[in-house]
């Protein structure tokens, strides 16, 4: 698996980006 720093990129830079309205 990714670090937890890695999994916290992929959140913040592709979750927030897929889904902006999760603030």
Do not use: Q
């Not at 698996?1 to 603030?23: H, Q, T, Y």
């Amino acid at each position: 698996m990714v670090e937890s720093g890695e999994l916290k990129f992929w959140i913040e830079n592709g979750l927030l980006v897929a889904f902006p309205d999760w603030e």
